[in-house]
């Protein structure tokens, strides 16, 4: 009786993960599993950069004021380097923004229909297009990164060490956007883009200069 009782939890007993496989997950392209970027949020932040972005370059283009709690915030739009072969900053930044919100939210929706679909009935063409995605948002969050760090040296060096709100916020949301698309990465995609990453970065920081 009790080897029969034995031989039954056995056979119920729904299997267990082997140990260093978090489930659920997504495996990367670099082969195992990982916890999951939270694109969502990526989305999310995308979204608020594109809106903050849209706000700046329409009052860039029609000469009105922004409102600024700190007032630095007008010196620096005002200024030269607020512009780029005679087209706001922030135009570009809207666009960038808006796309890396799209990738995130692409990307997003593949992840769920991974971890739905498990290990067993992985589709490879679904898992070939969020790698895709998800190198395609650490390149332009790479750039938005680069774009930043620019502004940021403009407010502290060129501008006299002006304050301004949005140039901060919009610094925060790039860097942390480029956080989440390098975590997104696997070791072997994080080794094979870097150096694209870098040069990206570097020719953003300075074609301003």
């Known amino acids: 009786m009790g080897d029969a009782l034995y031989t039954c939890l056995l056979c119920t007993c729904p299997p267990t993960a082997p140990p260093g ?7 990367h392209g670099g082969g195992g599993h990982e916890r999951p970027p939270p694109l969502r949020v990526a989305a999310g932040l995308g979204a608020f950069g594109a809106l903050e972005s849209t706000y700046l370059a329409v009052q860039k283009l029609t000469g009105g004021e922004v409102a600024c709690p700190v007032g630095g915030c007008q010196t620096a739009l005002n200024s ?3 512009e780029l072969f005679g087209v706001p900053l922030s135009a570009y930044g809207a666009v960038a923004y808006g796309l890396v919100a799209a990738l995130a939210f692409w990307g997003s929706n593949m992840q769920a229909e991974l971890v739905e679909q498990g290990d067993a009935n992985r589709e490879e063409t679904l898992e ?3 790698a895709r995605s998800r190198l395609l948002l650490f390149f332009a969050s790479t750039g938005l990164a680069g774009v930043s760090s620019y502004l940021l040296y403009v407010l502290a060096v060129k501008l ?4 301004c709100v949005y140039c901060l916020t919009s610094a925060t949301l790039s860097l942390t956007l480029f956080g989440i698309g390098f975590s997104g990465l696997s070791s072997k995609e994080s080794g094979n883009a870097l150096p694209a990453a870098i040069a990206l970065y570097v020719v953003l920081s300075l074609i301003h200069i």
């Open 21 to 27: 496989d978090p489930r659920p997950g997504v495996a």
């Open 80 to 82: 030269g380097y607020s």
């Open 128 to 130: 070939a297009s969020y």
């Open 160 to 163: 006299g060490g002006v304050e």
